[in-house]
């Protein structure tokens, strides 16, 4: 029963790789459109390309000195092999996701050209692409492990390797793209006065790229490290066994169940992404109501699935609840993220109004609204805990997040679904499209905005469940009893202290290390406007590469620190005490999940009130609240795609290494 349950995991990862390689195919058939428009498109991709092949020669060496760490440590050899192969499926899917949202940008462009509903259509199915090759890729690999190394101090390694190259894409795609946003907006709209993506702009290919290096290698990491660590959790607490309400579950129906549930969740991810299909409607809502028709069609295919699932496989119905619970939350705070940062409801649109009274009430005005936006998915947060628990014991917490993510390959196709439309809209601009096509691309750009914010939320959320059944495992797996982890022991409130402050630390480091970068490409975009004749008139073409050059250095060169401080420290803190670490983790959850909703939600309130005004409202392109709107949405560019992002990892990545270097702490 047992190896045909994995033959069922192992063939939905298959199917899930196949249903990809199927949209790929289509994609590439649609027109690409004029040379000009074609040629701008592969600029970007050489530029993405360029970006990701660099990163990955630092990556190559720090996965080398991480296995060999690995190796000398009383953790089993097998888990540094482990961890090679979870890093090499993390960079993979990453890479899968960005060559094809790179070659989709202007198909989708050309395709909003006939009709906007086409545009969105090749839109989401680049990031259908994303979604399912992240899940493919992750089941396949834990089969594989677990088929060869059936033990959880293995598959942590897995998941480990996983976690670490996901920090790295989303530091240094996240420096990367916000470095030449900035960039491109302080001096081409703020200064000169010229449109967004307008062509003579040198900064704006950068810009385009780092939509790529971000968003998608970038979310595509983080997400599949996500997805890995909640089953990985739920198989090390299940592994011995477990007890629910006075029935027993083996081992080996334990570790089955969450790898189940991730393959069904495939089965409706694949149904749910069929359902997108756009009407006739061109406004936002209609356009946003076509991706919600996945995203709920495959949500509520999952429970189905999950309930006859757990009813033929288990003995006890908590897991399924469990599970609906994790999913509900998914749910939650993908609907606030939707609320706070959409511009068709009051928050946003009161951040366009204070505009009106200049940028310092633009900002006041968004860093609130993000603010009360953790409300409901701390909320959230907490139900899906106690529910979780409640239903299923320890066992329960993990399984509330596999619920969470069952259903990845929908929620992350509508999420990459935004980058390869911000980028549609872009080449519409800058290949001279026409104001039509810049209008239709525009909506579906904004549509991309929302759906960004969601993913993010949906990202730090299910980044909170995943940390805590981690913490859950490790509190196990190190035999701490509950009162050493009351805070009443000065060694926990020592680490409660110094977990939060890594959090701070680390946003510190990455919001900085944005502005240098967006400092040096501010002189350059300067320089080039000074020193080309005829740029401004449109007579001389701008040195795009130069910029990108200047974003991927600035990117690889500050990803470094921060991403060693998220593996030193927790090594360092549990050698000195598990105690600490307990504390350390524990305080890093908290705090990360709140920072982390507050700056994603802020930074994405300020740029859907930008767009909002740019539509028309409160005077338009050009007037007051415009250049005050201007201002908030680059303050908020580090904030939603740089700091708020990395967090979620951060928390997961360190819950990820305490859990697997145990045996060198005990």
Known sequence: MFELGLGIVALAGLLALAFAAVLTAWILKQPKGSKKVSKLSDIIHEGAMTFLNSEYKPLIVFVAIMAIVIYLT??????????????????????????????????????????????LKIGFSSGAVMGMTVVGLALIGLTIVYNFFPDPEIIIGFGFGASSIALFARVGGGIYTKSADMGADLVGKVEEKIPEDDPRNPAVIADNVGDNVGDVAGMGADLFESYVGSIISAIAIGFGGVTIAGTSIPGEDAILYPLLLAAFGVFASMIGAALVRPGKGSDIGSLHNALNKGVFGSAILMIIFAYFLTNHFLDTLGPFYAMVTGLGAGIAIGLTSEYFTESRFRPTRSIAEASQTGPATNIVSGFSVGLGSTLIPVVSVCIAIGLSWYFAGLYGIPIAAVGMLSTLGMTLATDTYGPVNDNAAGIAEMGGMGSEVRTRTEKLDAVGNTTAAIGKGFAIGAAA?????????????????????????????????????????????????????????????????????????????????????????????????????????????????????????????????????????????????????????????????????????????????????????????????????????A
């Open 74 to 119: 009383p953790i089993p050899n097998a888990a540094a092999l482990a961890f090679i192969g979870g890093a090499f499926c993390s960079a993979l899917a990453g890479n899968i996701g960005m060559r094809i949202a790179t070659r989709s940008n202007a198909r989708a462009a050309t395709g909003a050209k006939k009709e906007i509903g086409r545009g």
């Open 465 to 665: 469940l995943t940390a805590i059944a981690l913490f859950s495992a490790y509190i196990d797996k190190v035999g701490i009893e509950a009162q050493q982890l009351s805070i009443n022991e000065p060694m926990v409130m020592i680490g409660l202290f110094i977990g939060g402050l890594l959090t701070f630390v680390f946003s510190a480091l990455t919001m900085s290390s944005v502005g240098r970068g967006a400092s040096s490409m501010v002189k350059e975009v300067r320089r080039q406007f000074k020193e080309i004749p005829g740029i401004l008139e449109g007579e001389a073409e701008p040195e795009y590469r130069r910029c990108v050059r200047i974003s991927t250095r600035t990117g690889l060169k500050n990803m470094l620190l921060p991403g060693s401080l998220a593996v030193v420290v927790p090594i360092l803190v549990g050698l000195w005490s598990v105690q600490v670490l307990g504390g350390l983790l524990a305080g890093a959850i908290i705090t990360g999940l709140l920072l982390a909703i507050t700056l994603a939600n802020t930074g994405a309130a300020w740029d859907n009130a930008k767009k909002y005004i740019e539509e028309g409202s409160l005077g338009g392109k050009g007037s007051e609240a415009h250049a005050a709107s201007v201002i908030g949405d680059t303050v908020g560019d580090p904030f939603k795609d740089t700091s708020g992002p990395s967090l979620n990892i951060l928390i997961k990545l360190m819950a990820m290494i305490s859990l697997l270097f145990v045996p060198l702490f």
